[in-house]
């Protein structure tokens, strides 16, 4: 029988900082009638392209893999919702236009991360949608995760 790994406690849940050429260049989320997650240990290319039609797509950058330096999330949401989850100590730029929807960064509180911190850049629209980034500390926990990753 297979051992279940143990969750990573709330306290070392960190991204990772990769050499800009250890992350692919361009990859790209799709979201059509049904929802899409990325969440745990996963690589941020330097470009992602995230479409989301009549659907849900959930970024949780918390322990991803970035690039050093910019990373660039382009997103388009049409009658549909894109959630990113931005640990803190990443700078997010936000450059987005909601028409009849929102497209919104909330720091939560957080103050202004170091300036050679790795940047998140945020760019798009939503039309009749919602495009949500927050930024979160290493201890929140995710209230709509429906397994004990995050416990």
Do not use: K
Request: aromatic share 4%; hydrophobic share 45%; with cysteine.
């Amino acid at each position: 029988m297979r051992e279940r790994a143990q969750p990573v406690p709330a306290r070392l849940r960190r991204p990772t900082i990769l050499a800009p050429d250890q992350v692919p260049a361009r990859l790209g989320v799709v979201a059509a009638f049904t929802s899409t997650e990325r969440r745990a240990d996963w690589t941020v290319p330097h470009h992602l392209r995230v479409v989301a039609t009549a659907g849900n797509v959930e970024l949780d950058l918390r322990v991803a893999r970035l690039s050093a330096g910019v990373t660039v999330i382009e997103v388009v949401a049409i009658i549909g919702n894109v959630e990113i989850i931005v640990p803190a100590g990443i700078r997010v730029e936000c450059a987005g236009d909601g028409i009849l929807g929102l497209f919104e960064y909330d720091p939560r509180g957080w103050t202004t991360p170091a300036t050679d911190a790795p940047v998140i850049q945020v760019r798009g629209r939503s039309f009749l949608a919602n495009v949500e980034i927050r930024t979160v500390g290493p201890a929140e926990v995710d209230p709509d995760a429906d397994d004990d990753e995050w416990d």
